[in-house]
């Protein structure tokens, strides 16, 4: 039987042929542009960031036989597939910014709508890798026939898998809405995202602009709240990518399911971070470091709403989300920035069962005029929201202080679906604080005084049941511990 190779040898090279066109990106001209700016292609970046040799590409020879005879263009700009990092599958979508500026041709349209289905029929986190122009002008003459856009999949999908979007570059338009659906987004530090561009912005409105003013890394962490992490470097950005999934995922080894860190618990250091006076500020990632497993604790969005820390970490070997006021900075109120940012992860944990752990100290919501003006009410309610919906195992600590609705939003209201309601012995509490509501209503000073006393000490709310257990600072690790496992 002489079979039929003779007969594939002209498929198999057509097809060795056009496989190489696509994977060569932007062609070397290009490509050493990208290197210049200090930035991976995109293929380098799957590369560094998931596990050697797990990288299984979908749609490599999309836009490669256009109906029309037109050239072909590598992968559409966009590399996409399944890959396993550290051990866990995920679905990627990484623009290339070496073909067509990383622009949104329509094979590339429809590749991306076909790789978010694959991760929500699959279950399987993913992972977008931001540079590129948005939608290619192009598109406006030609029909596109693949819908839903991967807008509205993205949308679908949100709280069902986990989506994490690393800003690499200049992403605008298109891309930059697809991050808008992340559960984090990280932003390289010499990166910006935003939906339009300088020239854009000029063309519709006359201002001369530039893309770090549009959309910088700095900016988007610390002042509009739209990124959660600014990092250095790519490999940097890689990391915490990775780290976000080792927090938010299920174990997916008996290993990490039986947990391998000790569950030592007392920490005498609490003694010296956290002052039983409650006009005195300390900083509250030092108690933080004291609780978290050494290596785990994972900040997020540090730099905005910085009155509130939000956290994620293995306390005795368990995944929880940290949400702890921040007394080193105005006192730990609640302002709407930090209400925003709350809400958003509080939501993140119920959606993927983590644990919520509530660490209070803060005078309550922030008043004045111009916390008033930016809307801190609602911001506050909607956090009151979030950790009211929440569903998983909650556990809330009154460290010092906690006043007026400051008290609610962060989950310590009497039997409020806590697993356990914990505070330290010096607490003070209220539904205002004592020497401000003492002013408020004229009280005397013999009146003030005795309604500070009474809003001084654990020990009234322990007589209500308002906690389950008084402790001792020592044995908060702990207790925490106990808690996540009971």
């Not at 399987?124 to 003459?141: D, K, T």
């Not at 927090?247 to 005498?268: F, N």
């Not at 008033?372 to 909650?394: I, P």
């Amino acid at each position: 039987m002489s079979g039929y190779r003779q007969d594939w040898e002209a498929l198999l090279t057509e097809l060795h042929t056009r496989s190489e066109a696509a994977t060569a990106m932007g062609g070397e001209a290009r490509i050493e542009r990208q290197h210049a700016r200090g930035r991976l292609t995109a293929r380098e970046r799957i590369a560094a960031l998931v596990d050697e040799g797990s990288f299984r590409e979908y749609g490599l020879l999309a836009a490669g036989h256009h109906p029309q005879g037109q050239p072909a263009i590598a992968a559409d700009g966009l590399v996409g597939g399944v890959a396993r990092l550290d051990g866990r599958p995920v679905v990627l979508l990484v623009e290339d910014f070496t073909v067509q500026g990383g622009s949104i041709g329509h094979p590339n349209a429809a590749k991306r709508a076909r790789l978010v289905r694959l991760a929500r029929e699959n279950r399987h986190p993913l992972l977008l890798l931001l540079e590129g122009a948005g939608e290619r002008a192009s598109n406006q003459g030609e029909r596109y026939p693949h819908a839903p856009g991967d807008l509205q999949l993205l949308a679908d999908i949100q709280g069902a898998i986990p989506v994490v979007a690393l800003v690499l570059g200049m992403s605008a338009g298109h891309g930059a809405l697809a991050a808008m659906f992340a559960d984090i987004v990280i932003m390289q530090q010499d990166s910006a995202l935003f939906s339009a561009g300088p020239p854009l912005v000029k063309a519709a409105m006359g201002i001369d602009t530039t893309a770090e003013e549009l959309g910088s890394a700095k900016m988007h962490t610390r002042d509009s709240g739209v990124a959660h992490l600014c990092c250095a470097t790519e490999t940097e950005c890689f990391a915490r990518a990775r780290h976000f999934l080792q927090m938010v995922c299920a174990p997916h080894s008996e290993a990490a399911a039986a947990g391998e860190v000790a569950t030592s618990g007392d920490s005498d250091a609490l003694l010296d971070i956290i002052p039983p006076d409650v006009s005195r500020p300390y900083d509250m990632r030092k108690v933080l470091d004291e609780l978290a497993d050494s290596g785990s604790l994972l900040e997020l969005q540090p730099d905005f709403g910085r009155t509130l820390i939000t956290a994620l970490a293995h306390i005795g070997g368990q995944r929880c989300l940290i949400v702890a006021n921040q007394p080193a900075v105005e006192a730990g109120a609640i302002t709407r920035h930090a209400a925003e940012k709350a809400s958003h992860f509080i939501d993140m944990a119920h959606r993927f069962s983590l644990p919520l752990v509530m660490l209070v100290d803060n005078p309550g919501v922030m008043p004045g005029p111009a916390a008033e003006r930016s809307g801190v009410l609602r911001a506050a309610g909607n956090m009151f929201s979030a950790q009211r919906r929440f569903r998983g195992r909650k556990i809330v600590v009154t460290l010092r202080k906690a006043f007026g609705f400051g008290s609610s939003v962060m989950g310590m209201n009497p039997w409020d679906r806590q697993t356990v309601s914990l505070a330290l012995p010096g607490v003070s509490l209220g539904g205002v604080p004592a020497l401000g509501a003492a002013a408020a209503t004229g009280a005397s000073a013999v009146d003030a005084a005795a309604l500070l006393e009474r809003q001084t000490g654990a020990w009234a709310g322990a007589d209500t049941m308002a906690f389950d257990r008084v402790i001792d600072p020592r044995q908060l690790r702990a207790e925490l511990i106990q808690a996540l496992l009971d």
